[in-house]
Nanobody, 120 residues
Framework: QVQLVESGGGLVQPGGSLRLSCAAS????????MGWYRQAPGKSRELVAT???????NYADSVKGRFTISRDNAKNTVYLQMNSLKSEDTAVYYC??????????????WGQGTQVTVSS
């Protein structure tokens, strides 16, 4: 089985910081990438940041310079350090895992989501 366990969400004041963690377990195929997505009420889910197991990163324009994604391959864990948080960052954050199941095929798994609220 594949399972993603997220932690680190909570309430923080504008300008504050939070660190999200996501640990993947039950992985028997090659991990292609892990990442973070977020969804605010009434809005669609959007990409925040991704990182391949080789270390290449990609960020949404809205978080560049403020968020940093990193990973610990030995633990199959991805982190999201969020600094200078704004009210617009308020959303449910979801961890995503992409696994290579074949030469060209992929499978995606999602965590349960963790709430991040930025408010004074």
């Amino acid at each position: 089985q594949v399972q993603l366990v997220e932690s680190g969400g909570g309430l923080v004041q504008p300008g504050g910081s939070l660190r999200l963690s996501c640990a993947a377990s039950g992985i028997i195929f090659n991990i292609a990438a892990m990442g973070w997505y977020r969804q605010a009420p009434g809005k669609s889910r959007e990409l925040v940041a991704t990182i391949t197991w080789g270390g290449s990163t990609n960020y949404a324009d809205s978080v560049k310079g403020r968020f940093t994604i990193s990973r610990d391959n030995a633990k199959n864990t991805v982190y999201l350090q969020m600094n200078s948080l704004k009210s617009e960052d308020t959303a449910v954050y979801y961890c995503n895992l992409e696994i290579r199941t074949g030469v060209t095929s992929r499978a995606n798994y999602w965590g349960q989501g963790t709430q991040v609220t930025v408010s004074s």
